[in-house]
């Protein structure tokens, strides 16, 4: 085969695996529950909208230490915590992490975590609507 | 702690001012009425479950992290107003001197005995007209945690109410309710606290709210009120306390007693139905939390009026009160964008100066001879006394309360920092949580 195939090949490929790549993310954030107000509010500043909140226990580092200013005596307590599940198309993930980072950063331990995940797929039960279109 | 400290000093200043000199007073052998002193025993109780129906009531009302806030301030004025009042709160209100107070001649209830005192109540130990009036004093301020619940510093709420009990209410139960108090020569009548209790406390609840300032992201996140049931069981709690409050404050069992029961019943039930209707009218559908809020104020409402008036007249005041404190809560407050938190305001002072107004309207000598004929029954002077007595209590208890609230603001703060407001006060002022997550 000629050298022009080969690259035609390859563009077309390129042009295929586009197509299939993982477009949208989920992001799974980790906050203090006194943080929830201004994270929301540096999320909406950045238009992001869509999200679910719960209310969670756990802990990573923080094992309870700064719980006892918060009321726990008890030191290895799972803490209150607040999760935040957003779903968003690649290019909004940069501002949503950036929002969380702003809103919930205090710079004491127990500010939380933020997790990235590929989103295979998303669909509006309404619209049957599937993928990027589905999620914003 | 410092806060603390400085309120234990304040607490030692205070008391050693009091502990003036004490006299006896005089006692004659008057002969105590057993059904009389058994009535007002049973609703000095009765009013002392009225504060905590009212905790129950306010803290269903605010958000989770803060219940306990409002439980700890409800209970922390059963605690310490009950002393105070002993020690020299009764003292100020009804001893016999004249003038901004009754002195300290019956501290540490001196002279304060088991005979009856003529001059209050002729049929019933002195003492037991003490206590059922010391409930009122206890209920009075824990009234006004409505208008700056989930915000204030606790060592600052604590002095607040020491000084607003002994600065403000004292001396304005003196005016109104004690032998010689200027307003009761006047002729204001106020059967069992529309002014003294109500206006008063809704007065220094709206300078309140205005002084501390609105809570933190309120327009972002409007709070909903974390339990209902809870609103709904403070109100029973209250509706049943009422009984003791209203128809106890004839001081005897008697028929101004009885129709004292009828009309706060009558009231309360007219004012919890006009409630519902108003929302079904304007919202669309009639509220649980609506019929509850009717309900106080229908019985804030007939609370000056209750001895005074008879049937017809309470239906008509618990209607039209539930108009009055609707408008007041959800048009004025919203519009004027005061932050009264749980409408201390909006129900107790609207509500207890529609009360004043309507015993001015419609007292009858033929409810009870010892009252007043008001405005519809020809005696159209009665309702401008009655506007004297709220206009009265209204500047003073504004005044008051300002110069209290900034007194304390300068010692302590009243405000807590945004963080502790943001976590909420059960954590950072007490260091309890109601409710888990998991058992």
């Known amino acids: 085969m000629e050298i022009g195939t080969y690259l035609e090949f390859g563009a077309w490929s390129l042009e295929f695996l586009k197509l299939t790549e993982v477009l949208m993310k989920l992001i799974i954030a980790i906050i203090q529950p006194y943080k929830l107000e201004e994270v929301k509010e540096e999320l909406y500043k950045q238009e992001i909208n869509l999200m679910t909140v719960s209310e969670v226990l756990g802990h990573g580092r923080q094992k309870g230490v700064a719980e006892v200013y918060r009321g726990s005596k008890e030191t290895g307590n799972l803490l209150r915590k607040i999760r935040l599940e957003i779903a968003v198309n690649d290019d909004f993930v940069e501002p949503t992490i950036k929002a969380i980072e702003k809103g919930a950063k205090t710079g004491e331990t127990g500010d939380g975590k933020i997790f990235v995940l590929d989103l295979r797929e998303c669909v509006r039960i309404r619209t049957k609507e599937r993928g990027s279109a589905a999620i914003g | ?439």
């Not at chain 2, 109780?45 to 905790?55: E, H, I, K, N």
């Open chain 2, 1 to 439: 702690m410092n806060g603390f400290k400085v309120f234990l000093v304040m607490a030692f200043v205070i008391f050693g001012v009091f502990a003036g000199p004490c006299a006896f007073g005089q006692e004659t052998a008057l002969k105590i009425d057993t059904g009389d002193t058994a009535w007002v025993l049973i609703c000095s109780a009765l009013v002392m479950l009225m504060t905590p129906g009212l905790a129950f009531f306010y803290g269903g009302m605010v958000r989770k992290k803060n219940i306990l806030s409002i439980l700890m301030q409800c209970f922390i004025i059963l605690c310490v107003i009950s002393i105070q009042w002993v020690l020299f709160g009764y003292s100020l209100s009804f001893a016999p001197l004249k003038g901004f107070w009754g002195g300290f001649s019956w501290f540490g209830l001196n002279g304060v005995g088991l005979a009856p005192y003529a001059d209050y109540s002729s049929t019933i130990p002195h003492q037991v007209f003490m206590i059922f009036q010391g409930m009122f004093a206890i209920i009075t301020p824990a009234l006004i945690i409505g208008a700056f619940a989930e915000r204030m510093k606790f060592s600052a709420f604590l002095l607040f109410t020491v000084l607003w009990a002994t600065f403000v209410y004292d001396p304005l139960c003196h005016w109104v309710w004690a032998m010689g108090g200027w307003l009761r020569n006047m002729g204001a009548l106020d059967f069992a606290g529309g002014t003294v209790v109500h206006v008063n406390a809704g007065i220094a609840a709206i300078v309140t709210a205005l002084l501390i300032g609105r809570r933190k992201n309120l327009d972002s996140n409007v709070p909903a009120p974390h339990n209902l049931p809870f609103v709904v069981l403070g109100t029973a709690l209250l509706w049943f306390g009422w009984f003791g409050f209203n128809a106890g404050s004839s001081l005897g069992a008697n028929g101004i007693a009885a129709n004292a029961f009828v009309v706060t019943h009558t009231a309360a039930a007219a004012a919890g139905l006009s409630w519902a209707l108003l929302e079904w009218l304007r919202n669309g559908k009639p509220t649980m939390f609506g019929v509850a809020s009717g309900a106080v104020a229908g019985l804030v409402a007939i609370t000056p009026a209750a001895g005074f008036v008879s049937v017809i007249p309470a239906i008509v005041i618990g209607l039209l009160v539930s108009v009055f404190c609707f408008t007041a809560v959800s048009v004025l407050k919203p519009k004027l964008g005061y932050d009264d938190s749980l409408d201390a305001f909006g129900v107790h002072c609207v509500g207890g100066i529609w009360g004043a107004i309507a015993t001015g309207l419609f007292a009858s000598k033929a409810v009870n001879p010892l009252g007043a004929d008001g405005l519809f029954f020809g005696n159209p002077k009665q309702l401008l006394i009655q506007l004297i007595a709220v206009v009265v209590t209204i500047l003073f208890s504004a005044v008051g309360t300002l110069v209290i609230y900034k007194v304390v603001d300068i010692l302590l703060g009243m405000r807590v920092n945004e963080k502790e407001e943001l976590i909420g006060l059960d954590l950072t002022q007490h260091r309890e949580r109601a409710y888990t997550v998991l058992e």
